[in-house]
């Protein structure tokens, strides 16, 4: 799962929501990898105060955290306090032929 903290509007709610989302990660198999670390950016489409990266031992349980009623009532502390992307992506790697497939079929 990524998150991409793009603008802060409130620090106060934004501190609110990570103390509150926090244990919504229990039992979840949550694996913190990068939690605002420093970045180093290279090519943004704009800007960008913070990421969060967490590996889940699969898409099914990445989904059933961000859909779990604890995490929805710790998201509601974020609402309003910062402009935030989140996405759940799964591992691996697509073979190059592979890639993209509705892009494919656009452009022939």
Excluded: C
Excluded at 61 to 67: D, F, L, M, R, S
Excluded at 72 to 93: P, S, V, Y
Aim: proline share 7%; net charge negative.
């Amino acid at each position: 799962m990524i998150a991409l903290n793009r603008s802060v509007h409130d620090r106060q709610k934004l501190e609110a929501y990570w103390k509150a989302a926090g244990p919504t990660f229990d039992g979840w198999g949550a694996k913190f990898l990068s939690v605002y670390t420093p970045l180093t950016p290279l090519e943004l489409m704009g800007p960008l105060e913070g990421v969060v990266l967490i590996e889940f031992p699969d898409v099914a349980a990445a989904k059933g955290w961000y859909e779990s009623p604890a995490y929805q009532q710790a998201k509601q502390h974020r609402d309003g306090a910062a402009d935030t992307e989140f996405f759940i992506i799964d591992g691996g790697l697509v073979p190059l032929e592979e890639r993209l497939p509705h892009i494919k079929r656009r452009q022939t």
